[in-house]
């Protein structure tokens, strides 16, 4: 369906021609007056408006023509009106530019410069609406820094607000990458403890002999390198809230002393034997199945049942209908602000699409912004996303073809990664230099 232009100029035979020039590119409507401009434009809200300034009652002079131009972008600011004027007329043409008009053009009206004057105009009135609808639908599908569109995603935010209120524990659960820790910040923030501090701890990025003090903190002297009193973790979180990633990582001794806090509230910093009474809300996550770890005697199923209060569900992106477009184009906007106009092309859009995303938003995230920076053109590619394509054999492929078909994938996409070196794509594939250039000769991959 063709963008929508009008055309106001009161000779019949000049609107006429010009509809015949422009008519296969554009919807066009055509009005001869004031009134008739106004109101076709109220009604259909065209994106362009090609407007001749000497309007009926007088044709010889600009204030018609000015004024349906006031009216007109008084209905829609983003209006792109292009203005026409007299030979001679450039103070009236920078009136009407000052005014708001995007452009003008000069009578006798060339009509090659006409359509490249329209097509600009369209292009960038087509981006502004992108751009809008984009901001409104961040404004609406934001939530504590959290961006989602889908179902899955809304009922999560309502979640959050419910599960806020309460000083309950909550334990979230979800693949890497589902935004976990957001969600732990998005419930802090929503609670009554918003002004007081939100202390994080990976449990799976600390080693377990450092985990403890880590936590509850330590004395001075209370081991080798202990050379003052440090706070730990859960007296960081007093007044606040304490978020607790990866628990499942936890070692049994460790859990054990997680749990008397949780019944107690109070802890004792390694080698100390002060009681300090602490305030804080827990929040934990894991991507592991507690459980199953319960089963196999590696979770504590009392400090499940304490942590697991209220159970929060990070649906995968793979489950999140219509998330996969928005963030992706979220972070294009995020990222690309050097680069003005960049977008996705076709096949980009496709591939974000049929892919899995094992790696959920972060992976997303990490793609496009990767993708941003690698891009020559104004268009995003599967190569510069470093997405498979899947494109739809049009006949049965044996099994010899379809091996090699992964395995060129496999070759092409590690050489692309590493610039073409034979040796580190070799290394990243698990075979030789000498095997790697047997299978390139096998599959016609050039060497270049």
Not at 153 to 172: E, H, S, Y
Not at 277 to 303: C, H, P, Q, V, Y
Not at 317 to 342: N, V
Request: aromatic share 6%; hydrophobic share 45%; net charge neutral.
């Amino acid at each position: 369906m063709n963008h929508k232009l009008l055309i106001v100029d009161d000779d019949e035979e000049i609107r006429t021609q010009m509809k015949w020039a422009l008519a296969a590119d554009y919807d066009v409507l055509m009005a001869g007056d004031r009134a008739g401009a106004v109101e076709a434009f109220r009604s259909a809200r065209p994106l362009v408006v090609l407007l001749d300034l000497g309007l009926p009652p007088q044709p010889a002079n600009p204030a018609e023509g000015l004024a349906s131009l006031a009216e007109m972008l008084g209905l829609d600011r983003q209006a792109k009106i292009v203005v026409i004027t007299g030979q001679g007329e450039k103070e009236t043409a920078l009136q009407a530019i000052g005014a708001g008009a995007c452009d003008f053009l000069s009578k006798p009206v060339d009509v090659g410069e006409l359509k490249f004057i329209l097509k600009r105009c369209f292009h960038i009135a087509q981006l502004e609406r992108e751009h809008r609808k984009m901001q409104q639908l961040l404004q609406e599908n934001t939530f504590e820094g959290m961006l989602g569109v889908s179902p899955a995603m809304q009922g999560v935010f309502n979640a959050i607000r419910k599960v806020a209120t309460a000083d309950a524990p909550v334990l979230i659960l979800g693949e890497s990458g589902t935004g976990k820790e957001m969600a732990a910040r998005a419930i802090h923030q929503q609670s009554g403890r918003t002004d007081g501090p939100f202390a994080a701890i990976n449990c799976s990025a600390i080693p377990e002999t450092l985990l403890e003090s880590e936590l509850f903190g330590h004395e001075k002297g209370a081991f080798t390198g202990a050379h003052a009193r440090r706070q730990g973790r859960i007296e960081m979180a007093n007044g606040g809230t304490l978020f607790l990633d990866e628990i499942g990582e936890v070692p049994l001794p460790l859990q054990v002393k997680l749990l008397r806090f949780l019944q107690e509230q109070v802890i004792e910093r390694v080698g100390g034997r002060e009681q300090i009474r602490i305030d804080a809300r827990i929040i934990a996550a894991t991507n592991a199945d507690l459980k199953k770890s319960m089963g196999a005697g590696k979770f504590r199923e009392d400090l499940f049942y304490r942590l697991a209060v209220v159970q929060l569900k990070m649906p995968p992106l793979r489950e999140r209908e219509g998330d996969i477009h928005f963030l992706a184009q979220s972070f294009l906007k995020r990222y690309a602000t050097a680069k003005s106009g960049l977008t996705f092309d076709r096949e980009a859009l496709r591939a974000l699409m049929d892919y899995s995303w094992p790696g959920n938003v972060r992976e997303l995230e990490n793609r496009v912004r990767r993708a941003v920076i690698m891009a020559n053109g104004k268009r995003l590619t599967v190569q510069d996303l470093e997405l498979p394509t899947h494109s739809a054999p049009t006949k049965p492929v044996s099994l010899k073809d379809a091996r090699e078909a992964v395995e060129r994938d496999m070759v092409q996409n590690a050489l692309q990664r590493h610039s073409g070196k034979i040796a580190a794509a070799a290394a990243e594939l698990g075979i030789s230099r000498p095997t790697l250039y047997e299978l390139m000769e096998k599959l016609g991959i050039s060497r270049e």
